[in-house]
Nanobody
Framework: VQLQASGGGRVQPGGSLRLSCVVS??????????IGWFRQAPGKEREGVAC????????YYAESVKGRFTISKDNAKNTVYLQMNGLKPEDTAVYYC?????????????????WGQGTLVTVSS
């Protein structure tokens, strides 16, 4: 299983970015799975941002991003997206996507088996 995250960059406060996570090695249509987005700011622990599972309604957000970020998936493209609107300086971090099979999503970093490389998001004026 491999995950490839992309889409990071520098934006001004209030701006938007869309991150993509291309996942290979999952059986998207048959098995249960969970894909999460996490972030780690300098000097801070990695934290869960949002996650999505294979089952309808299996979707969760951190309180800090609710109403601003939207996680979605395109099974045909094996890709999970994180649409980030209303970005704030405190959203600055390296963002990672992670995956796990046979169970749904969770916001716990320790429960994912596969991790992609990070993509840097910088929110600054």
């Amino acid at each position: 299983v491999q995950l490839q995250a992309s889409g990071g960059g520098r934006v001004q406060p209030g701006g938007s970015l869309r991150l993509s996570c291309v996942v290979s090695g999952f059986t998207w249509d048959d098995d249960d799975y969970g894909i999460g987005w996490f972030r780690q700011a300098p000097g801070k622990e990695r934290e869960g941002v949002a996650c999505i599972g294979s089952r309808a309604g299996d979707k969760y957000y951190a309180e800090s991003v609710k109403g601003r970020f939207t996680i979605s998936k395109d099974n045909a493209k094996n890709t999970v997206y994180l649409q980030m609107n209303g970005l704030k300086p405190e959203d600055t971090a390296v963002y990672y996507c992670a995956g796990r099979q046979l169970v749904g999503c969770t916001m716990s970093t320790g429960l994912y088996d596969y991790w992609g490389q990070g993509t840097l998001v910088t929110v600054s004026s």
